[in-house]
Each structure stands twice: as structure tokens, then as C-alpha cells.
């Protein structure tokens, strides 16, 4: 049974950074992404990342302060998010596919995913 365990939410400053992490286990090859949900909107996509770990895709409103990585060693899926906005406020959520593609396909959509986090809030205050 896969489990996703996440961690590392919080309040900080806007413009500070925080990095949340996604404890996997039940498995060891799969897509993972992060999605995350403000108060009275849907759930959006925000970083993805491909089977082989070699290709990532991000939304746009987080490109270039973002950064999803994984480490098989602690079989672990981070999200490095920099320079924060009070706009990043969300319940961040992990997600792990297990869907066929290839070794370089990143899933952006949350039906292309099988399994998910319980979610961490993170709050950045102006």
C-alpha cells in the first residue's frame, strides 16, 4: 500500500523560503507532483516531476522560485519554494502516479495521480 507523509509546513515572512518534504513508501518508481489549494479555490498544479527524476515542469505563477526534487535514498519528494508571496498561501499536497509513461513524462494533471499527501498549510504573511 502506498503512503505519502508530509511535512515541513508553516508561517514565514513573504519573501522568506520553506521547504516542504513527502515521506513515500509502498513504492519506489512513480510521477510525483505538487498541487495546492487556497481557501475558496480549486486545487491547482505546482511542480511535477518525471519517473526518472530528470524532468520537471512547474506553473507559472511559481517558475524560477520553486523547486521539486527527489531523494530515492530517503525515497522522499521535496518542494524548495523561495521568495514567497502571500498569493503562495495554500494547503500544499503531495502526489504520486503510478500510471505508464514514459521515463521523462510529467504529469500535470491531478487525475493523473493515483495517491496523496494529507496536506500542510503554509501561510507566508506580508
Known amino acids: 500500500q502506498v503512503q505519502l507523509v508530509e511535512s515541513g509546513g508553516g508561517l514565514v515572512q513573504a519573501g522568506n523560503s520553506l521547504t516542504v518534504s513527502c515521506a513515500v513508501s509502498?513504492?519506489?518508481?512513480?510521477?510525483a507532483g505538487w498541487f495546492r489549494q487556497a481557501p475558496g479555490k480549486d486545487r491547482e498544479f505546482v511542480a511535477g516531476?518525471?519517473?526518472?527524476?530528470?524532468?520537471?515542469n512547474y506553473a507559472d505563477s511559481v517558475k524560477g522560485r520553486f523547486t521539486i526534487s527527489r531523494d530515492n535514498a530517503k525515497n522522499t519528494v521535496y518542494l524548495q519554494m523561495n521568495s514567497l508571496k502571500p498569493e503562495d498561501t495554500a494547503v500544499y499536497y503531495c502526489?504520486?502516479?503510478?500510471?505508464?509513461?514514459?521515463?521523462?513524462?510529467?504529469?500535470?494533471?491531478?487525475?493523473?495521480?493515483?495517491?496523496w499527501g494529507q496536506g500542510t498549510q503554509v501561510t507566508a504573511s506580508s
Open positions: 502526489a504520486v502516479g503510478v500510471m505508464y509513461a514514459p521515463s521523462s513524462y510529467v504529469a500535470t494533471l491531478s487525475t493523473d495521480y493515483d495517491y
Open positions: 509502498g513504492r519506489t518508481l512513480y510521477l
Open positions: 516531476l518525471s519517473r526518472s527524476g530528470g524532468t520537471t
